[in-house]
């Protein structure tokens, strides 16, 4: 297991003042690797405050390239940068940022024929996608690997976030048996403020699951409503016969 260097005892010792958190629990992050697919409104917060956090090895993904639409809540962009590679501006961004953060990039978006190698990498899984097809996906490589998924989406001022941790939990088809015919990844609006809060405690349930420390959202799900601010924790049930996780 690496060590923290002074410069990093100095750099996080505002965290590692945290009871219960210490000098372990950012040990644990130097040597963990998380993989965030998707560097959008969830996945850019998500990416830039595990980097914050001091996590050794952040492997991301994205395709295509910027548009003007996408400046309102992609944080890791840069409004010169439309028209050009998103996953350049996201490892530009977050090399900049935190030096001592590997950055492994794929500018290709999760499927079935590239999920075995991305999460094969990594000890959690950050998926922040719209698409259900390649959610799923992960979920189905997470499971397949033994691999904490910590899965979060969000459809205008409304948010959900839940982990999964196989064997122990239900899996995300649990919760999606199909894909949904009634969703337009790209029909739905975002303000940039919501989807960053919820990129922020996405990233927060990895850094649980990596150190130990306090109660990350395993089996439950939490669901909120920024226009009036309430929220609500609900516990989740295994379906029988999911194809994934029915087993278990």
């Known amino acids: 297991m690496?060590?923290?260097t002074e410069w990093e005892l100095e750099?996080?010792?505002?965290q590692i003042?945290?009871?219960d958190f210490g000098v372990e629990g950012q040990r644990k992050l130097k040597n963990a690797a998380v993989l965030v697919?998707?560097?959008g409104g969830l996945g850019g917060p998500a990416a830039i405050w595990?980097?914050?956090?001091?996590?050794?090895?952040?492997v991301i993904a994205h395709g295509g390239t910027l548009t003007p639409?996408?400046?309102n809540r992609q944080i890791l962009m840069r409004a010169d940068g439309v028209g050009q590679s998103r996953i350049d501006q996201a490892v530009e961004t977050l090399q900049r940022f935190s030096a001592d953060t590997e950055v492994i990039a794929y500018g290709a978006h999760a499927n079935d024929q590239n999920a075995a190698e991305w999460v094969a990498q990594v000890d959690v899984v950050c998926d922040t996608s719209p698409e259900f097809g390649e959610r799923l996906a992960l979920n189905r490589e997470c499971w397949r690997q033994g691999k904490v998924l910590v899965d979060s989406g969000m459809n205008g001022?409304?948010?959900?976030?839940?982990?999964?941790?196989p064997p122990d939990t239900p899996c995300l088809q649990c919760l999606v048996p199909e894909l949904p015919d009634w969703w337009d990844p790209l029909g739905f609006g975002v303000l940039g403020a919501v989807s960053g809060a919820l990129g922020a405690l996405t990233a927060l349930e990895a850094i649980k699951m990596i150190t130990g420390y306090g109660q990350p959202l395993l089996g439950r799900m939490l669901t909120y409503d920024t226009e009036d601010l309430t929220f609500q924790t609900f516990d989740l049930h295994r379906r029988p016969?999911?194809?994934?996780?029915?087993?278990s």
Not at 241 to 247: I, L, M, N, W
């Open 2 to 4: 690496l060590e923290l």
């Open 11 to 14: 750099k996080y010792k505002r």
């Open 17 to 19: 003042m945290i009871p």
């Open 37 to 39: 697919t998707r560097l």
């Open 50 to 58: 595990l980097a914050a956090a001091g996590i050794g090895k952040l």
């Open 69 to 71: 639409s996408n400046l």
């Open 157 to 165: 001022m409304e948010c959900q976030l839940t982990v999964i941790r």
């Open 241 to 247: 016969g999911c194809p994934v996780c029915g087993e």
